[in-house]
């Protein structure tokens, strides 16, 4: 059978190809695409090319898709099953440890594009948030309202978003937030939650800035988690760190103990509604337009937050 793909080819160049795709091997299931969401680190391999990129990402990591074909010795799958996994490829054979089957009705695609969603309850968890604390959230991009949604359901104490995008900062309220402030217009607020403190800090901007305001705002004793992947060298300040006390949480995926339990628990959060991801996809496009999309992902300014490239429209 043909398909088509993608490949980064070089700085802000892709390819859409033709490839072939046999029957499924043994583990794996045979996955027809729906929807697969666009990540930054999408992006940012599309701006850097894939030649000498170390941290180049694969052709797609969002995938949603039906099983059109089961492999041998695979079990707890069948044709029809809604799973996630997979890129960008429209048929693509997925090992069956690999793909997540989604249990529950999947009426609309876009709410179950469920990779990002696990990547913020992993860091919910690692960030170590204890009932009634104060947090705040330093970036609300795209997984800082991810965020914000998972923690506007939790017990927490106070929860205060901030940012320098006035129209993010108002979904971020829409969406649980307690208090919001944006950088430039709201500073003397800024200050004054410097000076108070907050229990817990999730910085989600990857930027310098974001990363020393982070510093300067959690308590001593505070835990302050880096979420966000900071592309290169960051300086941080290590007196603050030693002398206030300070925890320094990495919430990548990779430091996650179980990450299939997290998986699992994150989706019923979904089924139910805690998570609102069609409500952050701000566009849409066929795979032979996904560079188009990549093109306007590089201007968020003009309203993009959420890139998905669709084959079921």
Known sequence: ??????????????????????DPGEGQLQVRKVACG???????TYKIGPEDNPYAAPPGHEGLGRVVKVGKEVTGYKEGDWVAGGGFQEVQNVPSKDAVRIPYAVENPLAWIVEPIACVVNGIERAQIFPGER??????????????????????GELIAIDTNEQRLAMARKFGAHR???IGKDDAAIEALVAERADVVVELAG????????????????????????????TIDCNALHTRGINVLNTAPKNAPNYP??????????????????ELVSHTAPIDRYDQLLDTAMYPEKGYLKGVVRYDA
């Open 1 to 22: 059978m043909k398909t088509r793909t993608i490949a980064y080819v070089a700085p802000k160049k892709i390819e859409v190809r033709e490839v072939n795709v046999e």
């Open 38 to 44: 666009i990540c930054a680190w999408d992006l940012s």
């Open 135 to 156: 947090v705040a959230l330093i970036g609300t991009g795209y997984m800082g309202l991810l965020m914000v949604q998972g923690l506007a359901a939790s017990l927490v």
């Open 180 to 182: 919001v402030m944006q």
């Open 207 to 234: 930027a310098q800035p974001a990363l020393d305001l982070s510093v300067r705002m959690v308590r001593n004793g505070g835990n302050l988690c880096i979420f966000s992947w900071h592309r290169g060298n960051r």
């Open 261 to 278: 339990r997290v998986w699992k628990n994150m989706l019923p959060l979904v089924a139910r509604g805690v998570f609102k991801n069609d």
